[in-house]
């Protein structure tokens, strides 16, 4: 799949149309932080996704798979981590919802279309194990692991 700009709402609408949702991202060489994030799947009540600090392509294929093995009427809420597995080779990825100020202040398209759709802002952060298995939130998790991911990372009590 290949990734929406941020100011074509048309292609976004497109892709959405066409394989149920888009992904937004930034692979400039100028960003400070690489993203991707996807725009449609609360169409399908399912929880957008996102994912930063990796290579572009590798970030949208991760999100696709993680968007296809969600399917539809599947939220991520709470804040506590799920595992899914069979996304990546070398163990699961963890799904973490975003807390909503962060989300609207980050996600600019996804925030707006879902004010204009008339409800809630879904994000999940998609994160991946560092080489021993630990995320961003788990106590030994290698520095360079944790810092390129952890931006929205929530904590056991809700907080951000």
């Not at 970030?59 to 969600?70: F, G, P, Q, R, T």
């Not at 996304?87 to 609207?104: D, H, M, Q, R, T």
């Not at 409800?119 to 630990?134: A, F, H, K, S, T």
Request: with cysteine; aromatic share 8%.
């Amino acid at each position: 799949m290949t990734t929406a700009t941020l100011e074509d709402q048309d292609q976004i609408e497109t892709f959405i149309k066409d394989n149920g949702f888009a992904i937004i991202g930034d692979k400039s060489d100028v960003s400070k932080m690489n993203f991707a994030y996807t725009v449609g799947l609360a169409d399908k009540s399912t929880s957008d996704l996102l994912m930063i600090g990796f290579e572009h392509d590798q970030m949208v294929d991760i999100i696709s798979k993680v968007a296809e093995n969600l399917g539809a009427n599947r939220t991520i809420e709470g804040t506590q981590p799920v595992l899914m597995s069979g996304i990546i080779e070398n163990g699961n990825v963890s799904l973490a919802p975003v807390p909503e100020g962060y989300a609207v202040k980050f996600a600019h398209v996804l925030a707006e279309r879902a004010r204009a759709k008339g409800r809630d802002l879904n994000l999940v952060q998609v994160y991946l194990p560092d080489e021993n298995g630990l995320f961003p939130y788990d106590e030994g998790c290698l520095p360079e692991n944790s810092f390129k991911q952890r931006w929205f990372r929530v904590m056991n009590d809700g907080s951000s």
